[in-house]
């Protein structure tokens, strides 16, 4: 294994390996930590951690497991993947994790890079936009659980770490990777540890990849991965390798515990033409709701692939929490989502299609995964997924991510077609 990543949520994570897939590298996703080493064929391993909304301690903790069992599988270089939108709290995680990662290393700096223009996240003059709108201002400062109200990385990642906190400008990226590297350099004489870097183009990420190319550690967004893996094939460490991905038609579902503005939409219009059955915060803290009765839709709906929702509008949101407790809300509502995953596959369901990083942990919890192959795109940063040596084909979603359609998309790519193909 050449790189080794961690990832602090399985839908990030499988937008990072879709990244180095695309690169040339052959990649398999690890739900959790493993216990088993790697396959030989491995370029690069994704350990797709559940680390975003622990405790800082915690998600250190976890994150070193990670790393020790990366570095005996022989990684030349660490990727800590976080969300392109920066998603934490002035405690943690990221600055934690990522000066926990450094320590262990022993890195004197490190890339911060967030960007993921594909996606409409830009980083410029140390400020993080989403589209052409602020962080704070494109509905993250909203999030239930990462509530993001500052667009400043390099501020919000001062709260955050005992690190000095540097920062390249664009004017230094745009002249190329070598005036990167020499920006970098510059900064950490200075006493930086954890370095900003401005990125508003994939031109802007290849250049800063290819400056890491001797760094121990990398951190960012997917985006900023698009360079790494060109270092290794410059060193003639790729082997040109493919794994051809092979889509299953059995029954299918989408399950979505996101809140963001996209996903909402997502929702909107998949339940116009198909079966959808809302799972409200109260139903969930009464006891009112029964796997079994969800599993009866569920399958009820087939061959319509059936929604299961609980993406409810902010307002909504942030009454349920003032009535339940946002993490004992959080906390159930997750717990329903593994449960109903494993008794879904127990029923046959094989392809499943799953919106939002907490949700898709939850659902990747239940279903028993160990590891899986990566697929061809569906949308940017969101790959098809097949589990190893079991017929199910699943997709893992960020909540932002997707066109308005991407749901019954997603399901047909499943299936073994296009992203433009046949609809669900």
Not at 46 to 68: C, F
Not at 169 to 186: K, N, Q, T
Not at 273 to 282: K, N, R, S, V, W
Not at 358 to 372: F, I, K, N, P, R
Request: glycine letters at 12%; one cysteine or more; proline letters at 5%.
């Amino acid at each position: 294994m050449l790189l080794g990543c961690i990832g602090d949520d399985f839908t990030g994570s499988s937008d990072l390996a879709n990244t180095l897939v695309k690169g040339g590298m052959t990649v398999t996703q690890y739900c959790g930590l493993p216990v088993a080493p790697a396959a030989p064929d491995v370029e690069a391993g994704v350990v797709a951690l559940k680390t975003r909304s622990l405790p800082a301690g915690e998600a250190v903790r976890q994150s070193l497991a990670a790393l020790d069992w990366l570095q005996a599988q022989g990684c030349r270089q660490i990727f800590f993947k976080y969300c392109s939108t920066f998603d934490s709290t002035p405690e943690g995680n990221i600055g934690p994790v990522a000066e926990a990662l450094m320590q262990k290393l022993g890195a004197g700096h490190a890339v911060v890079c967030p960007a993921f223009p594909a996606a409409g996240r830009s980083l410029y003059q140390g400020h993080l936009f989403v589209g052409d709108r602020l962080l704070n201002e494109s509905g993250m400062e909203a999030h239930p659980l990462t509530p993001m109200t500052d667009p400043d990385i390099r501020r919000w990642l001062r709260l955050q770490t005992r690190q000095a906190v540097g920062h390249v400008a664009h004017a230094d990226v745009m002249r190329g990777a070598e005036a990167i590297a020499e920006a970098l350099a510059r900064e950490a004489a200075r006493g930086a540890g954890l370095i900003v870097v401005d990125a508003v183009s994939d031109g802007d990420l290849h250049a800063i990849g290819t400056a890491s190319v001797d760094l121990p550690l990398v951190t960012g967004g997917s985006g900023v991965a698009l360079g790494l893996p060109e270092n290794f094939r410059r060193a003639g460490l790729l082997t040109g390798r493919s794994w051809s991905f092979e889509g299953v038609r059995g029954p299918g579902v989408v399950l979505s515990g996101s809140c963001s503005q996209a996903t909402r939409r997502q929702v909107e219009i998949y339940r116009r033409d198909y079966p959808a059955l809302e799972i409200t915060a109260d139903a969930v803290m009464e006891g009112r709701l029964r796997i079994g009765d969800i599993v009866a839709f569920v399958l009820s709906g087939q061959p319509q692939a059936p929604l299961v929702y609980s993406s409810a509008d902010p307002q909504t949101v942030r009454r349920a929490q003032e009535a339940y407790g946002a993490a004992a809300l959080a906390e159930a509502i997750e717990a329903l989502f593994a449960d109903l995953a494993a008794a879904l596959s127990a029923t046959g369901i094989q392809r499943l299609v799953s919106a939002g990083g907490e949700t898709s942990g939850a659902v990747v919890t239940g279903l028993g995964c160990s590891a899986l192959r990566i697929g061809p795109e569906i949308d940017p940063g969101v790959p098809a997924l097949r589990v190893e040596d079991a017929p199910l084909a699943l997709a893992l979603k960020s909540g932002n991510f997707g066109g308005d359609d991407f749901f019954a998309r997603a399901l047909a790519v499943l299936a073994g077609g296009t992203a433009a193909g046949e609809r669900a």
